[in-house]
């Protein structure tokens, strides 16, 4: 387990042709090359991974991570995209349960379930995602909402199987709206979240395990975020996209 290091992952959405993405990170790599302590993720679509790993190469403070995948290995899953293929590509990291693939692509915390065990099995390390909707919160059901999601998503799991396991709180009335969650209402959520793994798998894991902020996060608000003792990176959609802004964010301590 990568023992909380800070981890900020943009997810490009279906934005950037493979040349566009390439700049994007030619440029990403530059302005962060002299970053150390800060873990830097993205999330590609999948037409541009093996163009982007290409250019990183080996090593780096880079890491290269799929933004779905499907649970089984191969078969005749028309347009579907196994883990062992984004290993294969270059992928160390899998955004999984993003509430946009809920909403519109019919996820659910069962077959969540089943991706996190095939990319487990595969080695990549998963970034489940969670979080409310605005109504969810507005009628006090946030926690009975993460609860399920994380008890349905990870059940069956062993301690030892989870080491690699990355949690992305990100309220959906927060994504792309431009509102972000109050820094107490992260902390809130997050401190929430951790205590749930230390009744769950135990102190030690979840004072190890990363979770991520994502809403609406930008190069103003990351460093008050990141400022809370629970938050140890952040799901990046929109200020990721141009690679100025991400790289602000990675910079978020200066
Ligand atoms: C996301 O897509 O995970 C996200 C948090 O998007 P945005 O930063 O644009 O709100």
Redesign the pocket.
Known sequence: MDSRRPLIAG?W?MHKTGKQAVDSIRQLKDLTSSVTDVEIMVAPPFTALSQISAELGAGGNIALGAQNMHWESEGAFTGEISANMLKSAGCRYV?LG???RRQFFGETDQTVNKKIKAALSAGLAPVL?VGETEKQRNENKTFNILDKQIKIGLENFVLNALQSLVV?Y?PVW????GKTATTDQAQEVHNYLRKWFAKEYGTEFSQKLRILY?????PANIKDLMAMPDIDGA??????LDPNSLSQLVHYKS
């Open positions: 997810n959405k955004i993003h509430s946009e995602c992305a990100e927060a994504i792309g709206t994502g809403g609406s996060v930008k799901l990046v959609g929109g200020a990721s």
